[in-house]
């Protein structure tokens, strides 16, 4: 019913920036409405809160991590969210997930509120 592709995902240097872009589609997609946020995923490890934004885009939260160098922002218009990553450091670099839930006024950091994912971004960082 709903997909999201991730996009700009690569190999960067540490101190390097890189822009993760999450496109929606599907005919019950609510932009309006919808939740959105963005996780990462190390080999061998759980699945990490990195940013949520509201349905709306008024309102962010961050990970203590990525707080002051990520950025998570979002375009209706182009059904597109956006992970601005800036300064990256050697503990970054995992596959990177986009997930949509239902309910987009409250920004939630587990994994089990969300409803829909992408297939997931690799994000390198070497030193």
């Known amino acids: 019913q709903v997909q999201l592709v991730e996009s700009g995902g690569g190999l960067v240097q540490a101190g390097d920036s890189l822009g993760l872009s999450c496109a929606a589609s599907?005919?019950?997609?609510?932009?309006?409405?919808?939740?959105m946020g963005w996780f990462r995923q190390a080999p061998g490890k759980e699945r990490e809160f990195v940013a949520a934004?509201?349905?709306?885009?008024?309102?962010?939260s961050y990970a203590d991590s990525v707080k002051g160098r990520f950025t998570i922002s979002r375009d209706t218009a182009k059904n597109t969210v956006y992970l601005q990553m800036n300064s990256l450091k050697p503990a970054d670099p995992a596959v990177h997930y986009c997930?949509?839930?239902?309910?987009?006024?409250?920004?939630?950091?587990?994994?089990?509120?969300?409803?829909?994912w992408g297939q997931g971004a690799q994000v390198t960082v070497s030193s």
């Open positions: 997930g949509a839930k239902f309910e987009g006024r409250t920004l939630q950091d587990s994994p089990d509120s969300y409803n829909y």
């Open positions: 599907g005919r019950a997609f609510n932009w309006y409405a919808f939740g």
């Open positions: 934004i509201s349905g709306s885009g008024a309102r962010t």
